[in-house]
């Protein structure tokens, strides 16, 4: 990526656009009591969207031969560990 500009540009865009949607349903969940409120929604997004790149790297890398849905599942679990308000 470092040598290509335009594909760094439209990855960069990628990741905003997934941004922008996560953000909202974080700060709802929030408002709610259901995730901590002591983090911002966008710190939170970028740790969230971050997991699942190195998640998705991780697999790739291992030639997909691990269950990618248990995995996936694994580390919702424990996100949502991590940023519950209770």
């Not at 470092?2 to 997934?18: A, C, R």
């Not at 969940?29 to 790149?53: H, M, P, V």
Request: net charge positive.
């Amino acid at each position: 990526m470092d040598e290509s500009i335009p594909i760094g540009e439209k990855v960069l865009k990628l990741m905003n656009i997934k941004r922008k949607h996560l953000i909202p349903v974080i700060e709802a969940c929030q408002k709610t009591g259901n995730l901590t409120g002591k983090l911002e929604a966008e710190q939170l997004a970028f740790t969230i969207i971050g997991t699942f790149r190195l998640l998705m790297f991780r697999w790739r890398v291992a030639r997909f031969e691990f269950n990618l849905i248990e995995e996936g599942n694994i580390m919702i679990a424990s996100l949502l560990t991590l940023f519950r308000s209770k």
